[in-house]
């Protein structure tokens, strides 16, 4: 590349790729979340300086790593000069020398670095969404007004919760140790559970929340990819990536220009990402060769089999049916045997659909998506008065403006059948 | 002389490209290859899907087959086959046999295409004068 076309979105885009592993790095190096994300910020800064002048450099996130850990040391040195000198437990790597750094960047590094920077993010005593959004923050380098703005709630209010679950990471004993091989298969499996609820955090968002919380569906697609990078052969990464290709592939579809819900039967499927399915299908297809089947590549499949048939009608539900019955084996849910009973309907009628979930009420008594199904498999059987209490009741639940929008189409249905 | 022309990139980097961004870089390249279509000296034009969609047969290793892009830098790409297969089994089982034919040394890396356009070559190439006068 010549340095005339290294433009500003080349390097904007190259220091994000850069940043979980860099910042990952940095955090073994300091031991400090604050620090690392200082040492890497100006690290940026001097990137932006210096590479439009001399050309990228060929590793830029060795290049960052380097530059942002000499950046910090002189940072720690000067403030020496006022204060008592640095604690030297502080600075784990003083003796590296710098050519040794290129080398020791290997696999196993990045590798356990990345993993221990998701995985304290992934800090049991926070709650799912700050998980999230401390993810968002630091991983994904996002704007806490970015992250704000996806969470729909003021930008004052995110920086505090981030402020106060960073204050609760850093308190808690990270563990800076190499894992073991049972430990880093647990850590991996949390952060595999982080990474698909900030992909879900964007698939729940509709219509014009959209704009904004729609692309942490691509960040959630871009660490599962540096997952996977990572451990390459981790059949449940290969499913996770595919699992949120599949799903993500249907995004130009699923609302319609005013933003309301488009069924997946009615979805206009030459919309969908062809790329992205064809990626996600050889993903499924790498996974299905290691012949240990967990739950994110079975659910990958039941996406594949949606994304394969060209038309709704196509679809082979029977063998969602079967994908379905997997799942609850792998990871029995009345959320699971509640899709189950989707593919149930379609194979064996509604009737039989119906069965199978009349004995998850008491458990899924405030879900949504129990009486939106109940609604619509009763207005099947024609019992269109109790579909209206199951569609009633589903509206009462609805967590997002999309979901009550939803269920009106399905009681607009209802309305006009009855009237017709 | 045929010539490939290899495309080098970060993926990371690509990846990245908004639908807009892409869409555009794709038909800037369409034009350069339009041209050469019109005079048929266009081959074929593939679009590698990432390289965490790879798998890798290792000839040495009794034909191990590990997940990931060939990632060595001892070796260098030689040549490549595009094959039509009907899942990532079948092409596996290709590179197999093309490791059978040829069992000395070296890795197939087996890697999904997103995009294939086969071309399609003029019978009049045309051809390079030789000359030792430079």
Redesign the interface.
């Given at each position: 590349m010549t340095i005339a076309n290294i433009d500003a979105a080349w390097i904007d885009a190259a220091l994000t790729a850069a940043r979980p592993q860099a910042v990952a790095a940095l955090l073994r190096y300091f031991r400090d979340l604050d620090t690392a994300e200082e040492a890497f910020q100006d690290a940026c800064l001097r990137a932006l300086k210096a590479w439009p002048k001399n050309g990228p450099p060929r590793d830029p996130t060795a290049w960052l790593i380097l530059v942002g850990r000499n950046a910090a040391l002189d940072g720690v040195r000067k403030s020496s000069k006022s204060a008592p000198l640095p604690a030297e437990e502080l600075i784990s790597d003083l003796e590296d020398a710098e050519a040794a750094l290129v080398d020791r960047l290997d696999g196993e590094h990045y590798r356990d670095d990345v993993l221990r920077l998701l995985f304290i993010c992934c800090h049991p005593d926070l709650p799912a969404t700050q998980q999230v959004a401390v993810a968002l923050r630091i991983v994904s380098g996002l704007s806490v007004r970015q992250i704000a703005r996806a969470f729909l709630v003021g930008e004052s209010a995110m920086e505090q919760r981030i402020t106060r679950a960073k204050a609760r990471i850093g308190a808690a004993d990270v563990p800076f140790g190499a894992p073991g091989l049972e430990e880093r298969e647990q850590r991996l499996s949390t952060v595999a559970a982080m990474v698909y609820l900030v992909f879900n955090e964007g698939y729940s968002a509709g219509g014009k929340e959209l704009l904004t919380r729609g692309s942490l569906c691509g960040e959630a697609i871009r660490l599962a990819r540096l997952l996977l990078r990572l451990f390459p052969g981790e059949p449940e990464v290969m499913g996770l990536t595919a699992l949120l290709l599949l799903q993500h592939a249907r995004a130009p579809a699923r609302f319609d220009a005013d933003g309301a819900v488009v069924l997946l039967e009615e979805q206009d499927r030459s919309l969908w990402n062809g790329r992205m399915i064809a990626e996600g299908l050889a993903l499924i297809d790498k996974a299905v060769r290691h012949r240990r089947p967990g739950p994110y590549l079975v659910q990958a499949a039941i996406a594949a089999e949606h994304d394969r048939a060209e038309r709704a009608e196509d679809t082979n539900w029977a063998r969602i049916d079967l994908l379905y019955g997997d799942l609850e084996q792998l990871a029995p849910s009345p959320v699971v045997t509640l899709n189950r009973a989707v593919a149930v309907s379609k194979v064996a009628g509604p009737e039989a659909a119906l069965e199978m979930i009349e004995p998850l009420a008491s458990k899924l008594s405030g879900y949504f998506h129990f009486f939106g199904l109940r609604g619509g498999l009763l207005f099947q059987l024609g019992r269109r008065d109790e579909a209206k209490v199951a569609f009633d009741l589903a509206i009462a639940l609805a967590n997002t403006a999309a979901e009550a929008a939803h269920i009106r189409l399905h009681l607009d249905r209802l309305l006009k059948e009855s009237a017709g | 002389m045929l010539y490939a022309i290899l495309c080098y990139n970060?993926e990371?980097?690509v990846?990245?490209w908004s639908p807009a961004e892409d869409a555009a870089v794709m038909a800037r390249l369409g034009s350069v290859e339009a041209g050469l279509a019109a005079v048929h000296r266009l081959g074929a034009v593939a679009r590698l899907?990432?390289?965490?969609?790879a798998?890798t047969l290792r000839k040495a290793r009794d034909h191990l087959?590990?997940?990931?892009p060939f990632a060595e830098t001892k070796e260098q790409l030689l040549g490549f086959y595009v094959v039509d297969c009907g899942?990532?089994?079948a092409a596996i089982a290709v590179a197999h046999d093309l490791a059978v034919a040829n069992p000395d040394r070296g890795a197939y890396e087996i890697r999904?295409l997103?995009?294939y356009r086969p071309g399609g070559l003029g019978e009049a190439r045309p051809r390079r004068a030789v000359s030792t006068r430079g």
């Open positions: - | 970060s990371d980097v990846g990245d899907l990432p390289t965490t969609a798998v087959v590990i997940d990931g899942d990532l089994d999904p997103a995009v």
